[in-house]
């Protein structure tokens, strides 16, 4: 079967691109992938360059070379780049079959880990500065811990019994520790394990260095955090002198998948203390899932189930003025609650803006740990909301709720396009980071408009348990956005972008030093 990826041409010669008649769910659970290597990134420089002496980027956009104006954004002015792509993937029909492995509106705060001054035993350091692992000799270590050396023995006991649990899955996990450097440095740290161990996954754990990015998208500059850079082992990242990427490699898929957890030490103990409970002894919350779709993304809902009726036999729809409120999102999280949330809502970072914001309206990252929600898996459908270099919405469910074990979104305005399928994944029993890592080489490669911002939180091997897990045929077959639908939705998607003006990367240097000095 032929996937191709369909442009079209918006506002300021911008172009946004999707990987256009996604296959029904029951065709592309495997998720087998052959790429035509014709698809590439022209990465065609004009000469002019910025007064910092970086040249920008527009992964996928045409736009002239004058000197762009001012957007708001942290840093200097750039020009464009101009790619073009034909890619076509045929996915393999066959499914695998499913196993089950247990499974105050701030957006000017920093999200910074702070260091507890509690008492810890501390690991065994070896050599390499590695925590043991305590494995056999011959075992095979396919998974990473890069842990903030400075909580490292806070949390050590924490992470042994990880270890512990995650090793029924197959994975052998190894501790390492991070004492500083940026993100190349980190990025190096763990290309060392893949190309040495063989590692399928890492999992970041405290205050990390994140890549930053800049390019035109959605009619604007943008600057952002980018994980998809570390969980891509090719070097072909192009950084200009202030030390932000502006391209990325030519022939482009991620080899591994990446997942992280911020916050003190105390609240990264109690991460994996509920972590734990879960994988020993199931779902915390009721096993259903709440669908939570403002009005104005109504037209754009292709199967209001989204997949997910594969994974839960209860899926609750709010899709009207009359169920979409701030009070019925709050009674039902705090009520009985949900296993799964997935939600589309305009957001800025650590603010839902239902119904447009406002006092009586929105839903904050206060909101949310006051209330001690309900839900242990999300999606945000919201813009930004994982933007984790600032206090943000997706990892305030994780850290500082009883019930939050997994999330998924965006750095920046964009979100997973076609995210029943990432569904179907985990409804083919795909653990978090995998399904993460196979929407991504499937659908997100090819839009960096939309997903080059998304980021998985979180124990990145989990698995979504619900309560009827691995029964493939409730996977309908889902009708596709038309190009006309992800058209509009561009659009819409570009008012709120060009609206919204976010911390840079040159806010994010400032204020942490300590992942650019050594």
Sequence with gaps: MKRICVFFIIVLCAFSNACADPPSANSQI?????????WHDSNDFNSNTESEGDTGSSTHNDVDSAVEP???????????????????????????????????????????????????????????NDSDTGLPPDTEVNFLLVVEQSILALVSESLNIYLEDIRPQGYYGKIVSYD??????????????????????AFLIGDLPSAWYRQFAF?????????????????????????????????????????????????????????HLYRTQ?????????????EEWEAYVTDEHFNLDALYDTVEICMDSTCTTRANYIDTLTG????????????LPCELLIDGGGPDSSVTCDDVASNNFKTSFVDLWNCSGCRFTQRNLGMTYLMNTDYGLATIGSTKTGALLYEQYFFSYLAAGRTWGEAGKEYFNTYGYCDDEWHLGI???????LTVKGN???????????????????????????????????????????????????
């Design 219 to 275: 009619g604007t500059w943008e600057e952002f955090p980018c994980d998809i850079f570390l969980a891509d082992m090719d070097d072909d990242w192009r950084q200009t002198a202030n030390e932000i990427y502006i391209s990325r490699p030519v022939d482009f898929q991620v080899e591994i998948f990446t997942s992280r957890i911020m916050g003190s030490a105390s609240e990264i103990n109690a991460y994996f203390t509920k972590n």
């Design 180 to 201: 500083g450097g940026d993100a190349t440095v980190l990025k190096h740290l763990i290309q060392s394990e893949y190309h040495g161990e063989n590692i399928v996954g």
């Design 30 to 38: 495997d998720g087998q992938i052959s790429r035509d290597t014709s």
């Design 70 to 128: 001012d957007t708001g954004l942290v840093g200097d002015t750039d020009t464009g780049i101009a790619e073009e792509t034909d890619s076509q993937i045929k996915i393999d029909t066959a499914i695998d079959s499913a196993t089950d492995s247990g499974g105050t509106t701030d957006t000017g705060t920093d999200f910074n880990t702070v260091t507890d001054s509690e008492t810890a035993t501390d690991p065994q350091i070896d050599s390499d």
């Design 455 to 461: 980021v998985t939180m979180g124990d990145p091997l």
């Design 336 to 347: 009985t609650g949900a296993e799964f949330l997935q939600q589309r809502i305009h957001a």
């Design 468 to 518: 009827t897990t691995s029964r493939i045929s409730r996977l309908s077959n889902k009708p596709a956005l038309t190009p006309l639908e992800i058209s509009e939705l561009y659009d819409k998607f570009a008012i709120v972008a060009q609206q919204t003006n976010l911390m840079g990367f040159s806010h994010y240097k400032a204020n942490n030093p300590q992942h650019f000095e050594r």
């Design 282 to 294: 199931g779902s915390l919350v009721a096993q259903t899932a709440f669908n939570f779709i403002e």
